[in-house]
């Protein structure tokens, strides 16, 4: 088969590592990839958003399958175009990405299918805002609408802090994606990552895991797009998992069906395992990143006929995917100023040393015509491993993050914490 995948993040770099190992595939293009998939596919230098670009390459190589990565693909309709140009792709539509890329679409959604999740409004000024702050006590949440990159979102302990943060989005501070906030019930409990493939009708449950958000050790600092994972995430029992998918992810399928908007590709169901069982925090509508790293590494199945399923439509026909019993752990290394801002350009050396028992993943990097790493982005390297424990992992990783010289970055020294 020839595969087409598009993205360029860590993620798309563990995706590429997995689909690589295929048997069934003939050739795989990245656009726009990144230094790291370049060590293993071909790459082209196409933003993910160039809808007719990348229909025009999945043409070129005679794409069997185009895998996408990012929401932002999804949310300008590249799932779209590619069914029109008659081209197998993994991924949702515009309309059913809106799980994710409208937060108020994707509210009002679980409330119309009744979904377990937070209490909420919907607001587009100050004066909306704070007639529903009224009706909430601390902590405040305080998100704004659209996309934006997991870093959208407020807790805030206090009623000053939150009119401040509604002021902060509705004045722009997202552009666009902040021009309504949604105000939500906070929700008590830890948090857990759920995957569920689909194809349009049915869903299969995909593997779990546990992120942590915030920046810094001891679950500090601001909120990031993950800095670390691993998996399995014991808090989620069996039992949690199978009431989790009963409860949140199949009425969830089932309704974007019913209503128009059939979802193919991966749901990925952001839950808070409450007191009163899992909650949903929020649906994404691709794999998480880091989750997808630690998933990949724990997949004991050939990944591409599970890809291909889910756009065929043909996943009621698959067996149950396999797991590895070991435990997987994905430590991001960061540059320093992540999440605010970020300082790119520094130099990284170690990084792409083949490795017995860790790999690292490029989640955010760029490579000089002479062959030196810099940062280029946020969250820039994965260093990854899997153990028979989880405890075994983690030495695993941290021995490769400290192989690694990089002193424009820093890293959590704790993941997997709350499971150890
Ligand atoms: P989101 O971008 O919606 O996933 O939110 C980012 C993070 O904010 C989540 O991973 C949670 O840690 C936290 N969060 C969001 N919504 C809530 C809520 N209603 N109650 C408690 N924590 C929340
Ligand atoms: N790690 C969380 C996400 O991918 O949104």
């Not at 563990?14 to 069934?24: D, E, H, R, T, Y």
């Not at 899992?278 to 994404?284: A, G, K, Q, S, T």
Request: contains cysteine.
């Amino acid at each position: 088969m020839n595969i087409l995948l598009v993205g360029s993040g860590g993620r798309e770099h563990a995706l590429a590592w997995k689909i690589a190992q295929s048997p069934l595939l003939t050739r795989m293009v990245a656009a726009p990839g990144s230094p790291g998939i370049a060590l293993i596919c071909e790459t082209r230098p196409l933003k993910v958003t160039d809808v007719d670009g990348l229909v025009a390459l999945a043409r070129e190589i005679a794409a069997d399958l185009v895998v996408i990565g990012p929401e932002a693909a999804l949310e300008v309709g590249l799932a779209d175009a590619l069914t029109e140009a008659g081209i197998a792709c993994f991924g949702p539509t515009k309309a059913a990405a809106e799980i994710e890329t409208s937060k108020a679409f994707s509210k009002t959604f679980l409330a119309r299918h009744d979904l377990p999740t937070a209490a909420f409004g919907v607001c587009e000024t100050a004066e909306t805002a704070a007639a529903f702050l009224d009706t909430q006590s601390a902590p405040y949440v305080i998100k704004a609408d659209g996309l934006a990159a997991g870093k959208g979102v407020v807790i805030a302990l206090t009623r000053a802090e939150a009119d401040e943060a509604v002021a902060d989005m509705l004045g722009g501070r997202f552009g666009a994606a902040g021009a309504r906030v949604v105000i939500e019930e906070f929700m008590d409990g830890e948090e857990c990552s759920f995957f569920a493939l689909c194809d349009g009708e049915t869903a299969v449950p995909f593997g779990y895991a546990q992120d942590h958000k915030r920046a810094f050790d001891g679950d500090i600092g601001p909120n990031t797009g993950g800095m670390g994972t691993y998996s399995p995430a014991l808090v989620l029992t069996q039992a949690l998992a199978k009431q989790a998918f009963d409860e949140c992810v199949l009425p969830a399928v089932k309704g974007l069906a019913a209503e128009g908007r059939p979802f193919k590709g991966v749901l990925f169901a952001g839950l808070m395992l409450t007191e009163d069982g899992p909650r949903l925090v929020e649906f994404n509508a691709r794999f998480g990143d880091p989750e997808t790293q630690v998933l990949m590494l724990r997949l004991a199945d050939d990944i591409v006929p599970w890809l291909k399923a889910c756009a065929d439509g043909t996943l009621a026909a698959m067996p149950r995917p396999t797991w590895r019993d070991e435990s997987a752990i994905c430590v991001v290394m960061a540059a320093n100023g992540y999440p605010d801002s970020p300082v790119s350009g520094a130099i990284i050396r170690g990084a792409d040393v083949k490795r017995p028992d860790a790999v690292v993943f490029h989640a955010g990097t760029a490579r000089d015509p002479d062959g030196t790493l810099r940062s280029a982005g946020g969250r820039v390297l994965n260093v990854c491993a899997l153990g028979a424990t989880l405890q075994e992992a983690r030495d695993r990783a941290y021995a490769a993050v400290a192989t690694i010289d990089f002193p424009g970055g820093f890293y959590r020294s704790d993941i997997g914490w709350r499971a150890l």
